[in-house]
C-alpha cells in the first residue's frame, strides 16, 4: 500500500479498490483512516474523494433540480482542472464525469458533508496523531509494536515496566536523559512506574498527557475511538489535554486510586469517574495485573512466581528443586516487574538472581536462607 503515499488525484483515490472498500463498506484492512490522520495535508484530498465516491450511490430523485443544478456547477469546475493539468487521464475523468451526469451530482454532497466530515471524524485542529507526536519529540526513539495476540512487557531503562495490549505501539527512549521521563502511546497498555521525585513520568496519548512519579496506571488510547480512557490502580496521576490540541482550556485533572478519567475527543471534555464498579465499560476491561493482589503473608515462592506470570504473561524458569520449601512475607503491590523480582531474589537469598529475556525471565539461586 506504499503506492498511496505518491497520490495526488481524486482519481488515484477513486480507482483504488482498497479505498473503495474502506469507504463503502467499512473495511479497513489497509488502514486508510489512520493513514489519513497521519497527514493534515492529506486530509484534504482524502475527503474530496470519499465524499464523490459516497455521492455515486446516492438515488437521483432524492436532489432538487436546482441541487442538481448548483452539484453540476461545482463538479464541471473540478473534472475541466484536472482535464487541463493531466490530459492522459481523460478516460477516467470522462468515467468520472459519466457517473455524476447520470447519477447525482457530489457537491452538494460534498457541502453538506464537508463540516461534518472535518468536525466529527477528522477534527483536524483538535484530534493528534501519535505520528504527530512522535514528530514533536526531538530525541531518537524506540518503537515496541504489539502485533501478536496477547500483551507483551516492555522493561523501560529507568526500571519502569509497560504491559503493552495487541495492536498497540510505544515509543520510548533508549535511555531517559534531562529531568524528564516521556514516552508515546497509541493503543494500550498498563503502566507501572519507577519511583523518582525528580525525574516526572509522562504517557503521551492521542489528545492527553498523564504525569505520575511513581504509581501504577491503565491508558486506553486507540486512534480509532472516541474517546480516552485513564484508570489508576495506586499512587496519584495528573491528566490534562496535550499543548498540540486547539480550544482546549488545559484543566487539570487529578485521580487516586480506583478512580478513571474519560476524555470524550470530539469535544475535549473530561469526565472524572470515582467510582469505577459502576461504570461497566471500564469493569469489563480490567485485566489480571489489575486485579490481582501482590500482597504475600507466608506464601509459597512458586505461587509468587504464577502470580508474577499471570500478572504479565511472562514464562519464569527457576530450580523448583532447590526453592520448594521456600515460603516469603512481602508486599510487592506499586513495583514494576522488575523492582518485583529484585525483591523476590533479595529475599530468597543466597546468590538468587534473574534475567530477563523478552517474556522469559530465568531464576537462579542455591535455596532459601
Known amino acids: 500500500m506504499q503506492k498511496r503515499n505518491n ?12 479505498f473503495q472498500s474502506w469507504v463503502l463498506h467499512k473495511i479497513d484492512n489497509d488502514g486508510w483512516e489512520e493513514w489519513t490522520l497521519e497527514s493534515r495535508h492529506r486530509a484534504k484530498l482524502v ?15 432524492q436532489l432538487s ?14 473534472i475541466r482542472e484536472k482535464e487541463n493539468q493531466r490530459a492522459v487521464k ?20 460534498i457541502c453538506f458533508l464537508s463540516s461534518w466530515f472535518y468536525s466529527s471524524y477528522l477534527k483536524s485542529d483538535n484530534k493528534v496523531t501519535y505520528n504527530e507526536l512522535i514528530e514533536d519529540d ?17 522493561t523501560l531503562s529507568d526500571g519502569s515496566s509497560v504491559l503493552l495490549q495487541p495492536d498497540s505501539k510505544l515509543s520510548y527512549p533508549k535511555i531517559f536523559t534531562g529531568n524528564e521521563r516521556k514516552v508515546y502511546l497509541s493503543g494500550e497498555g498498563f503502566f507501572e512506574i519507577s519511583k523518582n521525585p525528580q525525574k ?37 496521576v495528573k491528566v490534562k489535554s496535550n499543548d498540540l490540541v486547539s480550544k482546549s482550556d488545559k484543566e487539570e485533572i487529578i485521580l487516586l486510586p480506583n478512580q478513571a478519567l474519560r476524555f470524550y475527543r470530539n469535544n475535549l471534555k473530561f ?37 508474577i506470570e499471570q500478572a504479565y504473561l511472562v514464562n519464569i524458569d527457576y530450580p523448583k528443586n532447590k526453592l520448594s520449601d521456600c515460603h516469603l512475607t512481602t508486599s510487592l503491590s506499586d513495583q514494576p516487574l522488575t523492582e ?17 529475556n523478552g517474556s522469559q525471565i530465568i531464576i537462579t539461586s542455591d535455596g532459601c536462607n
Not at 90 to 109: D, E, I, N, P, S
Not at 214 to 230: C, H, L, M, P, W
Not at 340 to 356: A, Y
Open 7 to 18: 497520490y495526488t488525484e481524486l482519481e488515484d483515490f477513486l480507482s483504488d479498490e482498497s
Open 138 to 154: 526531538n530525541e531518537g526513539l524506540v518503537e515496541q509494536t504489539n502485533n501478536t495476540d496477547k500483551a507483551q512487557s516492555i
Open 340 to 356: 518485583k523480582l529484585k525483591i523476590v531474589c533479595k529475599s530468597i537469598g543466597n546468590n538468587t538472581s534473574f534475567e530477563m
Open 271 to 307: 469526565d472524572k469517574i470515582t467510582n469505577i464498579t459502576q461504570d461497566v465499560v471500564l469493569t469489563q476491561s480490567v485485566g489480571n495485573i489489575e486485579q490481582l493482589s501482590f500482597e504475600f503473608n507466608d506464601i509459597p515462592v512458586s505461587q509468587i512466581f504464577e502470580t
Open 200 to 236: 516526572p513520568f509522562f504517557v503521551y496519548a492521542n489528545e492527553i498527557v498523564t504525569k505520575v512519579v511513581g504509581t501504577s496506571f491503565r491508558v486506553k488510547a486507540y486512534s480509532d475511538q472516541s474517546n480516552v480512557e485513564i484508570l489508576v490502580r495506586t499512587g496519584k
Open 47 to 61: 475527503e474530496d474523494a470519499r465524499l464523490i465516491l459516497l455521492a455515486m450511490q446516492i438515488p437521483g430523485n
Open 65 to 78: 433540480g436546482s441541487d442538481i443544478h448548483r452539484a453540476l456547477q461545482n463538479t464541471w469546475l473540478k
Open 90 to 109: 481523460t478516460v477516467k475523468v470522462r468515467f468520472l464525469r459519466k457517473r455524476v451526469l447520470t447519477g447525482v451530482a457530489a457537491t452538494l454532497f
